[in-house]
Every structure is written in structure tokens, then in C-alpha cells.
């Protein structure tokens, strides 16, 4: 007999969802329509600027490519991923109104939410790891092998790229952690998957305008997304300054740590109305 | 990374402000003495003659003494400014010394502010000279401890300009009992000609950018020249006293840390000093003129020199204009510095020096050490990062070490061991960090410690370096005065065609540079003498940059087309070399800061020897000067501290659940409910102490109206919801969320819930796997059987009708053939046949010995399928028991009339009679009925109704459900309806339906 909700069953009632199936797609497609896209203008960058930027150097080689295309989507759609996989199991139960029969199966809540958080989690992971493994693929065939060339100038050889974009990738899957759990939290509350989906977003959101703001100066640093492109600090030559790195990935496990002892309080002694 | 670089031009902006500021001085007419009193530190001013200038012209010095409260003689301090200072400028320091319960004079310098004469800069004759009656003045005051007659326990103090003064007065006095000297010189003419040649005594390149700033200072002070106005409002105007509230304002945060804790430079004095000045000017109506200094009929020469001593002026200008010095230039500079005396030195001496100063670089100190070390005076050497480029990121640690310096030597009580490290030196500032680390070494190692190599490359194609002819345009490696800004960029530096680099190989491990790296390099000219600049540089990518701003000219002879070597000392400083990074050394023709020569020249460099040589040391880092990740501290901390309220809670709650109580007396009982109470947030009280119990093999249905509670103690029995009070338990076992008893119920609650994406077997399936049971329990023929959905189980659900769902929901309710099945609304959507379907399912269900508890509005399915039923109304239980208890009852009877004729005189016959207690008349004209409730036997009942001669059809005991559950709820209402029990029936059972 195993546990009640086991990990698999899990994610048998997540797999077939068409959410999951769209996501999965997007992921696949994006590195293609980059390369399309790449392919309509010779010469990505701008006119008459000697300033290199990221999105000159994606087309010159795979591992340029691999990070290019996982620089775009850790801006947003990473999050989204987060929010989506972590937050909205739990509501989507509630709103089908299959919970109730989950829970009376029976289910206890704490196990509930850790099948949901665990399959949410490794279902994020899964596609954060799948999305730079298969650009790098779609990369390599579409620009060759060449090594990765920092934005400053200079190479880095392959031993030192792959495991620091594989620490890049660990990195990232952290720091949409915090999403993901605040998702989670407001889904456990509301109830309903578009105010966890949609409250993730949000504060994503706020988070970015407060983070522009100077004059808020070292206050920013609390802000759940502020340094979520310090994973860019590994993709240099020479020594890796880990200061930010540390301070995001601590960061990023407190608000998770936080988010999701809040949904579990919350859950533990919440009535099931739905 | 973008951030710091704002912050540094910010502070680079500020320290231009203030460097300009500092070059207006002005100067009032001597005043007559007077005296202020601080709250507790007493001021008196005091113009003190002393010797005259060259020509005779009696000079006057404007000093403040510092008196600190008491009685007792105090150690007094002498504190020199810096260049373009007056006393003024060191008033902060002054109250700070004399707070330290030292008497403290300070004045302003010959040549400047309000003291009369010349700047001879720092003349033996003339300040030095100055210098001696001022410790006469201080061995002749009573409040000054005295170590002999006229012999005054006195430090001297001084930042640059002032630091020159210090360590040549304490060289020419013995009176002097300790020093502090920072950021000064040991020999001025080295450092204004400074040669980077090891060996090499030709004077170097002239350092025309700091020279012009010298002359600035002086010629800004002349009344009458040309920019006297704008140097004098000007800083008024660029250092508005908002930016500058205080002293320590702008100025601290412009002056260099060293200049702060001592004297002003000259070139980082402060605006509060020049609106003091300005201030008094207009209170004694002056002009700003000096009377002791150059009139207005000034000639052009005086005109041009400021308050420069002229025959001094001449030289300084000759030489800036060839970029060479006079011999007799040489001799003064020479004479001028601490050099010739420092051997003289008796007093512990604290150098204190920057290590990216483009003006006295750490050299200066060194060679200042070295003279006392030789002379076996006690010193000691720190090295700050200020200096005059930039404010040093420790300034209260530099401010400390003077202080302690200073108390500890002017007690005379320890000697030994020193009472600070005797050497200090600050790291590079690390990456987002604004503090420097700040390492310490038991003895000073000079600039050339523990070498080390470092690998250098030469380029592919040794390429020739152009001096292109009028020497333009120039290499721009530092800017003086502006250290810290990032400003001179590689691109700035490294000019196409007239310079070339050698990397290093990529660094292994890390270093620590501590002092003078140096370089050989070969040198083919067309020229006879070659003038280079050679810096160090961080590659990163396909650009550089500098961690000091620092560079090292070289003047060498040499035979055109002959190969010549020459060894480059490189500026000493502080570098942090991590492992994994590379660096270049740059080598360039030009350079803004020097004069460089104007002839047309090719040279040809390349690596005597392929390796940079770097001195290094390992000194122990302050602890307190580390930068301390607080940041990461604090969220480690908050990180632990959440784990440990959520792991001790989660203790805490399986501790408690350890003592939920199992009810043995209850094990054969499928359902026990006792004295539930549910009162919402909104605070409606949805159950209200509801008791009931349902046995095996009973269909227990519940009933009530909307709102009654069903649903509310439905939830609460499937532990969906907590009960505020009252507990439920399933064979004994107490329900709550997650109960393992729920295993042996089935439900269906307030409809059906399924994975829409899934199909109906699926779905079912599904629900199986959550449970954690072997598939073999789950009786799942049976249960798809009892859903009967045929071909349309495979299909996804969303497809489904609405009572498609409701019978895949009793179907998974049933699921694993659970103990206790409890149905809410079971028959909502089905149709009729369907309905009659169910009916034989559950009580076959019943009858295994099971329990099935249902819920329903439909009375006459209940009446048919339960075998017990509970009513509840308004959250309470009215009424409870077997069905057919409930609906036949001895003093009841039911008459089925003919006709509606017959219902008047039937009605008429019990109204009123003796017994009847209630009378009840349904008057459908199909099938009228009277039912009537009466302590007369029924015999006689119906006899009196005969009599009457109404027509009766049949004549029964039992009623139906819906009638006993109306009249229930009704009663139970009673007291807060109109009180009249028999009123229409009709209207009741229509106000029942429309709650």
C-alpha cells in the first residue's frame, strides 16, 4: 500500500492538462522561432552601435545561442512556469471540485500540497534543464560549435561554460523559486487558479517597477526578482564574483521557505468550501 | 557594477569641487587678538611675529590655540594645512586633538590666508624657521606641560604640505616628542620630476598637471589678477553651503581620509574655510587684499606668481615650461624636503601615506622610512587608499591611528612595543563593497617584499611606438585629482600606434602586491633619450582597466637604434591579483599628466626580461575591516529561524495528534455524530449542536430545507470542515482532516468533482491511485457498473451530461466498497427510471451490512429508499428515527374522501370536537384528504366521520413523509411563526419552499 497522492499520481492528473501540454510546447518552439527569426535579418545588430549586446553574439555558435535564448525566457516566462506548475494544482483541484474527494479519499492536507509541490517543482525543473539543453541543440545544428564569447570580450572554452551554465540553470531554477511558492500561497488561499497564476504576475510586476526605482537604493535588494540576473555573473572570464549569486539564492529560499509554510499553515486549517 | 561606478564619479565630482575651492585663499588684514569659548574647548586667536621675509618685510602668522577644560598643563599639538589651507581648514581636527585633552595650535602658513609673507614651500629658512618660534610660543604658555624650560611636550601634525612642515621641523627641533606626517614628500623634487628608471638619477618628466594646480592656488589668492573674482566666488557658487553644511560634509567626503584626520591639502581645502574667509573679509570691509603681499601695482612677474616666493616662482616656471629642472631648482626642491633632516628625527614618527596618490606616491613614505629606520627613530608606516586623488574608504581607522599615535607619545609613557602595527595597508576595494580591507605586518617590508613572477607575453610582432611630433595627442592613464574616477578608460590609454602591452600569463593562484612591481624592458629609439609610461592594467575581455590609477614615467638615456635596457619600477601600491585573472603591462609615449617631449620619435619595445616581478606580502586582514557579508549573515539567520518555527510547530501538532481519542464504545457504531457546533466567520451558526447516530445496515436520510445545516454537517463528517465543537466519529474512530478512518467512507458532496481532461475510467482510476490502495480493492467492475455509462466511460469527462457526472460520482463514491456511503442530493439529474435504479442499489448496499446515509429534498424517494431518517431544520435536528415510526402513529388517522363535498361535513364532525387536537385538510379535488389527530380511539373518530356522512374512501394510520416533515418543520418553527398551529397547510409547505 502506498502513500495516499503517491508522486505518480500526481503527476498523472497534471500531465494530461492542456496547460502543461502548451507550456511544454512553447518551450520547444521558442528556440526555433528565435533561430527563424534570426534568420530574417544577416546582421542582428544595431547599425551604426559598437556596443555588443547579448542578442549579438546569439547567433555565433551554440552555447551563444543557449544563452540567449534562456536570458529571454528567465526574464519572464521562466516565472510564469513557476507560478503556473506551483501555484495552480492545488486551485485547479478545488475548482473541478475534486479536492474534496481528494482530501476524503483520504488525503491528509500536508501530503496533499507536498505531491502538488513536489510534481510542481520537478515539472518546472524539467523544462527549465529542457528549454538550454534543447536550444544548445537547436543552436549547435543551426550555428556550429563554437566556444562561448563573453559579452566583454573574450572566450570562455567549453569545460568552463557547460558547468557554469548548468550552475546558471540551478541558479535560475532558484530564483523563480519565490514565485512559484508566493503562486502557491495565493492559491492555497484564493482558491482559484487565475488569482494564483495572476498574483505571481504581479508581483513579479511590482517588484520590477520598485527595483527600477533608485531612490528605494539598497531596500531593492529584498525585492523577490532583484537579482535575478545574476546568473550572468558566472558567464565571465576569469573568477566568478559570487557575492550576488549568494545573496539571491538566499534571498530566493527565504521568500520560498516563507510562501510555502505560509500555504501549508494556511491550508492545515483552512474549511474546504468548494 | 553600474552603481558603484555613479558613486565614484560622484565622489571624483566632489573632490574636483573641493580641489578648486581649495585654490581660492584669501587674505584679510591682520586683526588684533581675540578669544572664543567652545562648550568645552576655549579658542584664542593670536597674530605671532616671526621672521621676516628675504627682503626684510616683517611677517605676522595667524595662529588659534586650543585650550580643553582644566587646570593641569597639557602635551600640545602643532597642526600644519595643508597647501592652500589655513587654519581654518584644520579646525575639526584641532577641537578632535584638544576633546583628546591636548592643548592644539594651529595657523595658517606663511603665504597663505590671512598670515603674511611668501610660499618658499616649506623653506628651512622661512616655515621651518616659522616653525620653531611656535614652539617657543607653546614652551612659553602655562597650559602646555613643559619637559624643560621653554621646552614644550608637542606633537607635530600635518597632511602634505603639512606633513613636509612636521617632519622638518621635528628634523631641526629636538623639542618635537612625536610626529604624525601624511601624505607628503621626501623629496620634492622627485616628486615633481619623478623618474621611474631603477638606478636612474636623471630627473623624470615634469607632473604638469599637478604643478599647474599649485600655481593655480597661488595666483588665485593675488588680488587683482585676472581670475581673482572667479576663484573667489566661484567655489562659493560650486560648493553651495548645502552641499557643504559642515566641514565634514563635502569635504569629508572629498578630502582624502588622510588630509582629514591631519591638514587640508591644497588641493582638497575646504569651501567652509574660503566662506570663513569671505565672511570675515566683509565684516572688516576689506578687499581680500593682503597689505604684506603683492599690491595692486604688482609687476607682471609678481602678477603671475601669486604669493610664491619669486626667485622660487621663476624656477618653477622655467621648468614647467622646458619639463626640466634647474640644478639650482633641484638644490631648493632638495633643501625643501625632509630628505636632508629625517636622519635628524628623534621623535616616533607616524607616516601615513596613499597608495593611489599620483602626487606623493608611497615612495615618498618609503624613502622616509627608510631615513628613520636608519636613524633608528621608531616609526611606523600606513597606507591608506586616499590621498590626494580620493577620500580613503577607512577614515575613522586612519583617524584612530594618529589619535592613539599621539596619545601614546605625548603620555611619554610607552615607548615599546609601537603602539600600531608597524605597518598597515589597505586592499583594493572589492566588487560592491565600499570599504577597503586593511591588512597589517609586523614590520614594514618597504616596496619590495617577497618577490614573485609573473609570466609576461610579448606581443606576436613587437610593433613602434610613435611620439607623435608636439607630443599630441597624449595617453591618458590617471587624471590627478580624480584617482578614483573611472574615468581614464584602456581606449583613453592605449593609443593605437603609440603604445604597446605585454599580458600576463592567466594568474594560477592569487596574489597580494605589495609595493613596487617591475618590469625590463628594451628600449630601440631614434631618439637619444626616450621618455615611456608604464602602467598596470586588469584585462578583462577585449578591454582593461586599472586597480590604481598610477603611472610610472621613464627618462632614458640611450644611442638611437642601440637596444638599451631598462628596469621600470612600477608606482608602488596595493593590488589584489585574483587566480584566473590576467594583466597587462602598458607601455606609452605620452601622458597628460607629464610634460612629455615634442620631438617626433619611434621607439621599439619589448621584454628584456619576459616577467613582471611583483613584491608580496600576506598580512593579517582586520577582522573589522573584512567586509562582512551582512547581507548574507542576516538571511541565513532568517532563513533558520523560519525552519525553526515551522519544524517546532510541526512538533508541536504531531504531538497533539498523538492524543486524539479513539471511542472504543463507538467501534460498531458506522456513524456517530455528537454535538456538532459550526458558526461561520460571517457568524451565522450553520450547525447548532446536532447529535445523531446511524447503525449498520440502516439508509439513514437526511432532510431539511435550504439551509438547515445538511450540507454544513455533511462537510463536517468528512472532516472538510472543523467543527467548532462536537466531534464525528466513523466506527469509533474521530474524524478530522486526513483521518485514515475516512479510508471506510464513501461521498459524493454537493455534486460530483472529476478531472475534466481525463476520461470517466480514468478519472476513476485516478481517484484509486490517490488513495494510496491496492487496485484490488477497489471493486471497480462494481463501481462501473452502478455509474453505467456504457461506451461513454472512455470519453473525457468534460463531455459529460450533468447526471452522467452524479452517477460516476456515486460510482467512485463507492469505490472500494467503503463501510459508511454518504450521498449528497444523490439523484440530482437523474431521470426517473434512473432514480429507480439507485433505489435497489443502496439499500442492497445497506443490507451487506453497511450504512449509507443520504440527503435529499425528494420526500417521497427518501420515504422509499431510507430506512431512518434525521430532519433538521435551521442548523438543528427536529426530528430522528426509523422512517415508518415516523410516518404512522396511534392517534392519527387519515381519511381519503370521495369528493370535495364530503371534506365540509367531515371537517364540520372533528372541528371543535372533544379530543381533536389537530385537524389537517388537503383539498385536492382528486383525492381530497383529511387527516386528523385525536386522544379519542380511532374508531370512534371515523365513526363521528361517517356520521357526518361524508363519503369515505379509505381510512389510514399512516401519512406521507412530506406531511410529517412539513408539520415538523412547522412546529419547530412554531413559536416564532403567528402561533397558529393550524393554519394552511398549503401556505406553510409554500413558505417552507420559497426559503
Known amino acids: 500500500m502506498s502513500r495516499p497522492l503517491s508522486w505518480r499520481a500526481e503527476l498523472r492528473r497534471q500531465l494530461g492538462r492542456r496547460r502543461t501540454l502548451w507550456i511544454i510546447g512553447i518551450v520547444f518552439a521558442l528556440p526555433l522561432i528565435l533561430v527563424a527569426a534570426f534568420s530574417l535579418d544577416d546582421d542582428p545588430g544595431r547599425s551604426g552601435d559598437p556596443t555588443v549586446r547579448l542578442v ?72 527549465v534543464v529542457t528549454l538550454p539543453a534543447w536550444a544548445f541543440l537547436v543552436g549547435t545544428l543551426a550555428y556550429g560549435t563554437e566556444p562561448f564569447s563573453i559579452l566583454g570580450g573574450g572566450e570562455l572554452p567549453w569545460g568552463e561554460w557547460l558547468p557554469r551554465m548548468a550552475l546558471a540553470v540551478g541558479y535560475v531554477l532558484v530564483m523563480i523559486a519565490p514565485i512559484g511558492a508566493f503562486s502557491f500561497w495565493v492559491g492555497v488561499r484564493s482558491q482559484t487558479p487565475l488569482a494564483a497564476v495572476g498574483g505571481a504576475l504581479i508581483l513579479l510586476i511590482v517588484s520590477g517597477i520598485l527595483d527600477s526605482i533608485d531612490a528605494l537604493g539598497d531596500w531593492r535588494k529584498a525585492l523577490p526578482a532583484h537579482y535575478s540576473r545574476a546568473w550572468l555573473d558566472l558567464l565571465v572570464s576569469g573568477p566568478v564574483d559570487w557575492t550576488d549569486l549568494r545573496h539571491g539564492a538566499l534571498w530566493s529560499v527565504l521568500y520560498t521557505v516563507l510562501f510555502v509554510g505560509l500555504g501549508y499553515r494556511r491550508f492545515r486549517r483552512q474549511d474546504i468550501l468548494s | 557594477m553600474q552603481r558603484l561606478a555613479q558613486a565614484r564619479r560622484r565622489r571624483a565630482l566632489a573632490t574636483v569641487v573641493g580641489a578648486l575651492a581649495g585654490v581660492s585663499v584669501l587674505a584679510g588684514p591682520a586683526a588684533s587678538v581675540s578669544a572664543t569659548t567652545a562648550a568645552d574647548v576655549r579658542t584664542t586667536d593670536q597674530l605671532v611675529d616671526v621672521g621676516p621675509e628675504t627682503d626684510g618685510t616683517p611677517v605676522r602668522l595667524d595662529t588659534r590655540l586650543y585650550l580643553p577644560e582644566g587646570d593641569e598643563p597639557r602635551p600640545a599639538v602643532l597642526l600644519a594645512h595643508g597647501f592652500g589651507g589655513s587654519k581654518q581648514s584644520v579646525d575639526r581636527e584641532a577641537r578632535q586633538y584638544a576633546a583628546d585633552g591636548h592643548v592644539v595650535l594651529t595657523f595658517t602658513a606663511r603665504g597663505f590666508g590671512r598670515s603674511g609673507g611668501r610660499i618658499h614651500l616649506n623653506s628651512p629658512d622661512h616655515e621651518i624657521a616659522d616653525g620653531t618660534v611656535l614652539l617657543d610660543l607653546l614652551g612659553a604658555r602655562p597650559e602646555v606641560r613643559q619637559d624643560g624650560a621653554g621646552d614644550p611636550r608637542v606633537a607635530v601634525v600635518g597632511g602634505s604640505y603639512g606633513g613636509a612642515f612636521a617632519l622638518m621641523l621635528a628634523g631641526v627641533d629636538q623639542r618635537v616628542d612625536a610626529t604624525v606626517a601624511a601624505i607628503t614628500w621626501n623629496d620634492l623634487s622627485s616628486a615633481l620630476f619623478p623618474q621611474a628608471a631603477a638606478g636612474s638619477t636623471t630627473p623624470g618628466p615634469y607632473k604638469q598637471l599637478w604643478g599647474a594646480r599649485f600655481f593655480g592656488a597661488s595666483v588665485g589668492s593675488l588680488p587683482g589678477a585676472p581670475s581673482t573674482s572667479a576663484t573667489t566666488t566661484a567655489p562659493a557658487a560650486m560648493a553651495p553651503p548645502s552641499s557643504a553644511p559642515g566641514p565634514s560634509a563635502a569635504p569629508a567626503a572629498v578630502a582624502p581620509a588622510a588630509v582629514r584626520l591631519i591638514a ?554 467503503p463501510e459508511v456511503l454518504f450521498l449528497d442530493e444523490p439523484t440530482n439529474g437523474l431521470d426517473p427510471p434512473q432514480i429507480a435504479a439507485m433505489r435497489p442499489i443502496l439499500q442492497s448496499y445497506a443490507a451487506s451490512g453497511r450504512t449509507v446515509v443520504v440527503s435529499s429534498h425528494l420526500l417521497a424517494e427518501v420515504e422509499l429508499t431510507c430506512s431512518h431518517v434525521v430532519v433538521m431544520n435551521a442548523g438543528r435536528v427536529v426530528t430522528a428515527g426509523p422512517v415508518a415510526e415516523l410516518l404512522s402513529s396511534e392517534d392519527t388517522t387519515v381519511f381519503e374522501l370521495a369528493s370535495l363535498a364530503s371534506l365540509g361535513p367531515a371537517r364540520a364532525a372533528l372541528e371543535g370536537a372533544e379530543g381533536t387536537r389537530s385537524l389537517e385538510v388537503i383539498d385536492d379535488p382528486s383525492k381530497p384528504t383529511l387527516t386528523v389527530v385525536s386522544d379519542r380511539p380511532r374508531e370512534s373518530v371515523v365513526r363521528a366521520v361517517v356520521d357526518a356522512g361524508a363519503e369515505v374512501v379509505g381510512v389510514g394510520s399512516r401519512r406521507h413523509l412530506e406531511e410529517v416533515f412539513l408539520g415538523v418543520i412547522a412546529s419547530s418553527q412554531a413559536p416564532s411563526a403567528d402561533g397558529s398551529p393550524d393554519g394552511s397547510l398549503v401556505e406553510r409547505l409554500r413558505q417552507v419552499r420559497a426559503r
Not at chain 2, 575613522?396 to 602595527?421: I, Q
Not at chain 2, 603611472?551 to 601600491?573: I, K, M
Open chain 1, 56 to 127: 549579438d553574439l546569439a547567433t555565433g555558435g551554440g552555447p551563444n545561442f543557449t544563452v540567449f535564448a534562456f536570458f529571454v525566457s528567465a526574464e519572464l516566462l521562466l516565472f510564469i512556469v513557476a507560478a503556473l506548475f506551483a501555484g495552480d494544482p492545488v486551485p485547479a483541484e478545488a475548482s473541478w471540485a475534486s479536492l474534496r474527494y481528494l482530501l476524503t479519499a483520504p488525503v491528509t492536507r500536508a501530503r496533499l500540497l507536498t505531491s502538488k509541490l513536489v510534481i510542481g517543482f520537478l515539472s518546472t525543473a524539467a523544462l
Open chain 2, 264 to 817: 587640508h591639502s591644497g588641493q582638497t581645502a575646504e569651501p567652509a574655510a574660503v566662506r570663513g574667509a569671505t565672511g570675515m573679509r566683509n565684516k572688516s570691509g576689506s578687499t581680500g587684499r593682503n597689505a604684506q603681499s603683492v599690491g595692486e601695482s604688482a609687476a607682471p612677474a609678481e602678477v603671475l606668481c601669486g604669493r610664491f616666493e619669486l626667485a622660487l616662482c621663476a624656477e618653477l616656471q622655467d621648468a614647467a615650461e622646458s619639463g626640466r629642472p634647474s640644478a639650482a631648482l633641484t638644490a631648493t626642491l632638495r633643501r625643501n624636503s625632509p630628505r636632508g633632516t629625517i636622519g635628524a628625527v628623534t621623535a616616533p614618527t607616524l607616516l601615513v601615506q596613499g597608495e593611489a596618490d599620483t602626487l606623493f606616491g608611497l615612495d615618498q613614505a618609503d624613502a622616509n622610512a627608510a631615513g628613520l629606520a636608519a636613524a633608528g627613530t621608531r616609526h611606523a608606516v600606513r597606507w591608506t587608499d586616499g590621498g590626494h586623488d580620493g577620500a580613503s574608504s577607512n577614515p575613522g581607522l586612519d583617524e584612530g591611528a594618529a589619535r592613539t599615535w599621539l596619545r601614546t607619545y605625548l603620555a611619554g609613557s610607552r615607548t615599546d612595543p609601537l603602539p600600531v602595527p608597524a605597518f598597515t595597508y589597505s586592499l583594493p576595494v572589492p566588487r560592491r563593497s565600499d570599504t577597503a580591507p586593511v591588512a597589517t605586518l609586523d614590520a614594514y617590508p618597504g616596496l619590495r617584499g617577497t618577490p614573485r613572477q609573473v609570466p609576461l607575453r610579448a606581443p606576436a610582432e613587437p610593433a613602434a611606438l610613435l611620439t607623435p611630433p608636439g607630443g599630441q595627442p597624449s595617453s591618458m592613464t590617471s587624471l590627478p585629482g580624480l584617482g578614483s574616477l573611472e574615468l581614464p578608460t584602456y581606449r583613453l590609454a592605449a593609443l593605437p600606434g603609440m603604445s604597446t602591452a605585454f599580458d600576463s600569463a592567466v594568474l594560477e593562484r592569487s596574489l597580494t602586491v605589495v609595493g613596487t612591481p617591475s618590469v625590463r624592458l628594451r628600449v630601440t629609439s631614434t631618439g637619444e633619450e626616450a621618455t615611456l609610461f608604464v602602467s598596470l592594467w586588469r584585462v578583462e575581455g577585449t578591454d582593461a582597466v586599472q586597480q590604481r590609477s598610477l603611472t610610472a614615467p621613464v627618462r632614458v638615456a640611450l644611442t638611437p637604434g642601440r637596444a638599451t635596457d631598462v628596469t621600470v619600477d612600477l608606482p608602488a601600491s596595493v593590488w589584489s591579483m585574483a587566480a584566473g585573472s590576467r594583466w597587462r603591462v602598458l607601455v606609452t609615449t605620452t601622458d597628460t599628466a607629464f610634460t612629455t617631449p615634442r620631438q617626433a620619435r619611434a621607439d621599439r619595445i619589448t621584454l628584456a626580461t619576459p616577467t613582471l616581478t611583483v613584491p608580496t606580502a600576506d598580512g593579517r586582514i582586520l577582522p573589522s575591516t573584512t567586509e562582512r557579508d551582512t547581507e548574507s549573515i542576516a538571511l541565513a539567520g532568517g532563513i533558520l529561524a523560519l525552519l525553526g518555527g515551522i519544524g517546532g510547530s510541526a512538533l508541536l501538532r504531531s504531538r497533539r495528534r498523538h492524543r486524539e481519542h479513539v471511542r472504543e464504545e463507538y467501534a460498531d457504531i458506522p456513524l456517530v455524530v455528537d454535538r456538532l457546533v459550526k458558526t461561520y466567520a460571517d457568524g451565522h451558526r450553520a450547525v447548532d449542536d446536532v447529535s445523531w447516530r446511524a447503525e449498520r445496515g440502516q439508509v439513514v436520510g437526511l432532510l431539511g430545507p435550504n439551509g438547515a445545516g445538511k450540507t454544513t454537517t455533511m462537510r463536517m463528517m468528512l472532516g472538510l470542515i472543523t467543527p467548532d465543537s462536537g466531534t464525528v466519529h466513523v466506527l469509533g474512530r474521530p474524524v478530522h482532516p486526513g483521518s485514515e478512518v475516512l479510508g471506510r467512507v464513501g461521498a459524493l458532496v454537493e455534486g460530483p468533482g472529476f478531472l475534466p481532461h481525463l476520461t470517466g475510467r480514468q478519472n476513476l482510476q485516478a481517484y484509486w491511485a490517490a488513495t494510496g490502495r491496492p487496485p484490488a480493492e477497489a471493486g471497480m467492475d462494481d463501481a462501473l457498473g452502478v455509474a453505467a455509462l456504457g461506451g461513454a466511460l472512455d470519453r473525457p469527462v468534460r463531455t459529460y451530461s450533468h447526471g452522467m457526472k452524479q452517477r460516476l460520482g456515486i460510482a467512485q463514491a463507492m469505490l472500494g466498497r
